[in-house]
């Protein structure tokens, strides 16, 4: 996109700590920004201008220096389940395995078909889908936008957003810089803003609700005609309880997903963070 503006650039690749460890889930590593935290570095040191990150793997809390230059238009949003024959959630059999990394899929999916057993998968996409060929799984679960940005055909079912409402941010790629500097203006063309209000609106009841990557949590918000809808909710790990906000604020308005938040939280919801946060432990 920027190479279009008339931006020459150069790719650079970085290992970072989320990408390195495999051997366990990601809520049982230690820091935030397991995926950005490397880049972070070059970029205060001068040697990169630009980052590239999925957005839900960028923590909320910032070094004040870096600003979010660009959003892009968002992707598809939805959890998608894979198997071999395309089965849809309903047609798995009973005891099915059922891959993911993420303890908000596996909340949901247990909220969802209790009788499945639901394993822990870490790697890229490449290695989570050779897991489900080698039959360590029956499915996995996983991002549609993933599959839709690598241009795999893959036999999948798309999971009910009304029941698996996806993590904040998903879907999208955030641009991050220096304040104020050369990389950080030019990216700022390419900046989406509506894909920035819902995504922003996403990250504010986040950050309210807060508990990190160890909570099964869920945001999504979608600009409707006349305003925003918001359907947030925060799950206990084995998916048996949950509480749940689904209603229409000013559209990219932060100060109204804050009260989204602040009544998650008395709903019961900072309770669930807590049991989440002391499991982790």
């Given at each position: 996109?920027?190479?279009?503006?008339?931006?020459?650039?150069?790719?650079?690749?970085?290992?970072?700590?989320?990408d390195?460890?495999?051997?366990?889930?990601?809520?049982?590593?230690?820091?935030?920004?397991?995926?950005?935290?490397?880049?972070?570095?070059?970029?205060l040191?001068?040697?990169?201008?630009?980052?590239?990150?999925?957005?839900?793997?960028?923590?909320?809390?910032?070094?004040?220096?870096?600003?979010?230059?660009?959003i892009?238009?968002?992707?598809?949003?939805?959890d998608?389940?894979?198997?071999?024959?395309g089965?849809?959630?309903?047609?798995?059999?009973?005891?099915?395995?059922?891959?993911?990394?993420?303890?908000?899929?596996?909340?949901?999916?247990?909220?969802?078909?209790?009788?499945?057993?639901?394993?822990?998968?870490?790697?890229?996409?490449?290695?989570?889908?050779?897991?489900?060929?080698?039959?360590?799984?029956?499915?996995?679960?996983?991002?549609?936008?993933?599959?839709?940005?690598?241009?795999?055909?893959?036999?999948?079912?798309?999971?009910?957003?009304?029941?698996?409402?996806?993590?904040?941010?998903?879907?999208?790629?955030?641009?991050?810089?220096?304040?104020?500097?050369?990389?950080?203006?030019?990216?700022?063309r390419?900046?989406?803003?509506?894909?920035?209000?819902?995504?922003?609106?996403?990250?504010?009841?986040?950050?309210?609700?807060?508990?990190?990557?160890?909570?099964?949590?869920a945001?999504?918000?979608?600009?409707?005609?006349?305003?925003?809808?918001?359907?947030?909710?925060?799950?206990?790990?084995?998916?048996?309880?949950?509480?749940?906000?689904?209603?229409?604020?000013?559209?990219?308005?932060?100060?109204?997903?804050?009260?989204?938040?602040?009544?998650?939280?008395?709903?019961?919801?900072?309770?669930?963070?807590?049991?989440?946060?002391?499991?982790?432990?």
């Amino acid at each position: 996109m920027l190479h279009e503006l008339g931006v020459e650039a150069e790719v650079r690749i970085v290992k970072t700590s989320g990408d390195m460890f495999l051997d366990r889930p990601l809520h049982q590593l230690k820091g935030q920004g397991l995926f950005v935290r490397e880049i972070d570095e070059r970029m205060l040191a001068g040697e990169v201008d630009l980052a590239v990150h999925s957005m839900k793997d960028l923590p909320t809390k910032r070094p004040p220096q870096l600003a979010i230059s660009a959003i892009l238009e968002r992707d598809s949003p939805h959890d998608i389940l894979v198997t071999p024959d395309g089965l849809s959630l309903e047609e798995l059999p009973g005891e099915a395995v059922v891959g993911t990394s993420s303890l908000r899929r596996a909340a949901q999916l247990r909220r969802a078909r209790p009788d499945l057993r639901v394993k822990s998968l870490r790697g890229n996409l490449q290695t989570r889908l050779s897991k489900l060929a080698a039959e360590e799984c029956q499915a996995i679960v996983i991002a549609e936008a993933g599959v839709q940005r690598m241009g795999y055909e893959l036999a999948y079912s798309v999971l009910d957003v009304e029941r698996f409402v996806p993590s904040a941010n998903q879907g999208t790629i955030v641009v991050v810089g220096v304040d104020k500097s050369p990389g950080h203006l030019e990216a700022k063309r390419i900046d989406h803003p509506a894909t920035r209000a819902e995504t922003m609106v996403e990250r504010r009841i986040m950050e309210v609700v807060g508990g990190g990557c160890v909570v099964p949590m869920a945001v999504h918000a979608q600009a409707k005609r006349g305003g925003m809808r918001v359907l947030a909710e925060v799950l206990s790990l084995d998916g048996t309880r949950y509480v749940r906000v689904d209603e229409v604020i000013a559209a990219g308005d932060v100060q109204e997903a804050e009260i989204v938040g602040q009544r998650l939280v008395e709903m019961g919801g900072q309770k669930l963070v807590e049991e989440a946060v002391r499991s982790a432990r």
